[in-house]
């Protein structure tokens, strides 16, 4: 049977550019990058060459720029460090009710340590009214994390507008754009943002590898303390292969060219759906604020998971993949205020680079013969 994969935003295929630039790092970079030897030197040039290509991506400096393990750490070094480096009595982090799990669930370990945690509420587009941001800062408000872009919906935050609050009232505003990097722009003075999180699997790097950007005069307490790596911020011997990857994945994605066709088709697949299902099927998510990539579609009274084991083939997701086998409606659709019997039914189809038109037509033809 076929095999259709249209689950991107859970994971990406490793792109052969990346591939190739590991090949090269297994066979020169296998010394360790803090050796002054001739196999350490080499090793430290590709974990240098692919941290300025972070960096450029970004739009920002290469001393700006610490690898991780993923998305999950560089939002938990951006978390935890801001709230062990704040010496506030009762420190206050600003999120929303719809982030992803890796900001969900080490806010809720700082409110354990007494931490106090606002979370915003969104509209039914999944979207927070800037608004509701300014009425939450207080005066021991030490961190504000907004993700750019949504994960299972796709929906796109008004991250420039929130920065401007934030930088108005001196507090560092972190985004978690594990999402958004090469579908949208992402530089981060165009944001406005202090912190920034980057997950390899994302942009077709292998996963185990991220990165998180930390803008100058920002303080963070390391999560793990050691020989002083990544000018002190992230202990632990570099890895010249991983951090290798990234590098190559962002010199990809930085061309934003080719999301252009992938939101063609991916409006196609949604407008030939709606067409065929009329007020069977409901677009989850902004219509228009969202990721040129995301399709998050409910067929209404309808189970998602059931629907999407009977496509054969076709590789999708009933949420985000942190969410997958559970039998619960997605937090982030109860939180837009999505109805269960509408919930229930949602499946996300996540198309890349690499989608084809033909793709788009065998997954139309399939929900057409199931569903109809």
Request: proline share 5%; with cysteine; charged share 20%.
């Amino acid at each position: 049977m076929p095999q259709i994969y249209l689950d991107y935003n859970a994971s990406t295929p490793v792109a052969p550019s990346v591939v190739e630039t590991m090949r090269t790092a297994l066979t020169f970079g296998y010394g360790n990058p803090s050796s002054l030897h001739w196999a350490g030197i080499p090793a430290r040039a590709l974990v240098e060459k692919a941290r300025a290509k972070v960096a450029d991506l970004l739009g920002c400096k290469s001393d700006e720029i610490v690898f991780t393990s993923g998305g999950s750490e560089a939002n938990n070094m951006a978390l935890k460090g801001a709230f062990f480096a704040s010496g506030r009595p009762h420190p206050h982090i600003i999120t929303t009710a719809v982030e992803h799990p890796a900001i969900v669930e080490p806010c809720r370990f700082l409110e354990c340590l007494g931490a106090y945690v606002t979370w915003l509420p969104v509209d039914e587009f999944g979207r927070i009214d800037p608004d509701d941001l300014r009425c939450a800062i207080t005066a021991d408000t030490i961190l504000i994390s907004i993700m750019q872009a949504n994960n299972e919906v796709g929906t796109i935050q008004p991250i420039a507008e929130c920065a401007v609050m934030a930088r108005e009232h001196g507090i560092p505003f972190h985004t978690d754009a594990a999402q958004s990097v090469g579908k949208i722009d992402t530089n981060v003075d165009t944001l406005g943002v202090d912190l920034l999180t980057i997950a390899g699997h994302k942009i077709y790097a292998p996963k185990g590898v991220g990165a998180l950007y930390i803008r100058q005069g920002i303080q963070l307490e390391p999560l793990m303390h050691g020989a002083g790596h990544e000018a002190g911020r992230r202990a632990g011997t570099e890895s010249a292969l991983l951090d290798a990857a990234l590098g190559a994945a962002c010199e990809l994605v930085s061309d934003l060219a080719p999301m252009e066709e992938v939101k063609v088709r991916r409006d196609r697949l949604w407008d030939e759906l709606r067409a065929k299902f009329g007020n069977r099927i409901a677009l989850n998510g902004h219509p228009e604020q969202r990721l040129p990539n995301t399709l998050n579609v409910s067929f209404v009274g309808r189970d998602g998971s059931a629907l999407l084991g009977r496509l054969g083939g076709v590789a999708a997701s009933t949420g985000s993949a942190c969410h997958e086998g559970s039998v619960e409606l997605s937090p982030v659709l109860e939180a837009m205020g999505v109805s269960d019997d509408v919930g229930m039914g949602a499946i996300r189809f996540s198309l890349g680079r690499a989608t084809t038109d033909a793709e788009v037509d065998a997954v139309i033809e399939k929900l057409t013969d199931e569903i109809l």
